[in-house]
């Protein structure tokens, strides 16, 4: 039996970040996940025109029950929501989520979660299963991505370089050379493109609209964009401004302008009572050591389990 959302929600509180526990109160973050859990897990495990309709854009061929997320009891303690799921909405990458589950896994787990989500998405032929843990990792499974947050009353500018500043922009007159800084970062460091791409022009202009897009400023030059989204998805049941887009043009990087970013970017939205957030991948360590040394913490990421899918 499907639980309900409330329930679910009280099953991701209890394996949140301690340190996360004492920035919200427990009820209304409560009540938070319990939306998201409503708005995403519950819907894609009982609405037959979603599974529809998803199958039609992203699995032509399969039917709608094959897209339903299903609640197994993958051990005798063990419960876990799967969903199949595709990465960047790539459909040759299908993967199987189970971030909604009773408790965090474990190595012991990984063998009946891996057959568990074979059992019912292996038609999908998944190339792993995505797991979340406020843990560091699980010994057997692959590093993802992992969150970067702190409230915002803690990331304070100081010792920023002079003539660095952000300036809000109401329109993404600057698309095509933030598209650039990404090809250039990418030229340099290949496996970048696995880690980040820039993100849509639409996406950017949402937060322009938003007053949540700036342009970063170096001596009155454009150096590059800083976004942000009020976004549940991905906030872990925060009241949180995810962070969209941080990038600096090529020419200026390596001038030590990546740990402020996050601070001025964070100092520079509008509700200071809210949790900064994002997510980065752990390859990526010169944007992890720029999160860290703004004040960020890491508090938890998401796991690959291969499954051997094409």
């Known amino acids: 039996m499907i639980p309900s959302a409330e329930e679910l929600a009280q099953y991701t509180l209890k394996?949140?970040?301690?340190?996360?526990?004492?920035?919200?109160?427990?009820?209304?973050?409560?009540?938070?996940?319990?939306?998201?859990?409503a708005a995403l897990d519950i819907l894609l495990?009982?609405?037959?025109?979603?599974?529809?309709?998803?199958?039609?854009?992203?699995?032509?061929?399969?039917?709608?029950?094959?897209?339903?997320?299903?609640?197994?009891?993958?051990?005798?303690?063990?419960?876990?929501?799967?969903?199949?799921?595709?990465?960047?909405?790539?459909?040759?990458?299908?993967?199987?989520?189970?971030?909604?589950?009773?408790?965090?896994?474990e190595p012991r787990d990984l063998q009946a979660l891996a057959a568990a989500a074979l059992e019912y998405y292996g038609v999908h032929n998944p190339l792993y299963l995505r797991l979340w843990t406020a843990d560091a990792g699980v010994d057997g499974t692959v590093p993802d991505r992992r969150f970067l947050a702190a409230p915002i009353s803690e990331l304070q500018p100081h010792d920023v370089p002079p003539g660095l500043a952000l300036r809000p922009a109401k329109?993404?007159?600057?698309?095509?050379?933030?598209?650039?800084?990404?090809?250039?970062?990418?030229?340099?460091?290949?496996?970048?493109?696995?880690?980040?791409?820039i993100q849509d022009l639409e996406d950017l202009q949402e937060s322009a609209d938003d007053g949540l897009l700036f342009d970063i400023m170096v001596n009155d030059d454009w150096a590059g964009y800083a976004a942000a989204i009020i976004k549940p998805d991905d906030a872990l049941g925060l009241p949180a401004y995810v962070v969209r887009e941080l990038i600096l043009a090529p020419q200026h990087r390596g001038h030590g302008y990546g740990p402020?970013?996050?601070?001025?970017?964070?100092?520079?939205?509008?509700?200071?009572?809210?949790?900064?957030?994002?997510?980065?991948?752990?390859?990526?360590?010169?944007?992890?050591?720029?999160?860290?040394?703004?004040?960020?913490?890491?508090?938890?990421?998401?796991?690959?389990?291969?499954?051997?899918?094409v």
């Open 171 to 197: 329109s993404v007159e600057h698309y095509d050379e933030a598209r650039r800084a990404y090809e250039a970062v990418d030229a340099d460091h290949p496996h970048h493109a696995e880690e980040a791409a």
């Open 15 to 37: 394996r949140q970040h301690p340190l996360t526990r004492t920035w919200v109160d427990d009820a209304r973050r409560l009540a938070i996940l319990t939306e998201e859990h």
């Open 45 to 105: 495990a009982e609405d037959l025109q979603v599974a529809s309709y998803r199958a039609k854009r992203l699995a032509p061929g399969r039917t709608a029950e094959e897209m339903l997320n299903r609640w197994v009891a993958v051990s005798n303690d063990l419960d876990v929501m799967f969903s199949i799921r595709f990465e960047n909405m790539n459909l040759a990458k299908p993967f199987v989520d189970a971030t909604p589950m009773s408790r965090s896994p």
């Open 260 to 309: 402020h970013l996050s601070t001025l970017l964070a100092q520079a939205l509008p509700d200071p009572t809210r949790i900064f957030i994002g997510t980065i991948h752990s390859a990526n360590q010169g944007a992890r050591t720029a999160a860290l040394t703004a004040g960020r913490h890491d508090i938890g990421g998401w796991l690959q389990l291969p499954l051997g899918g």
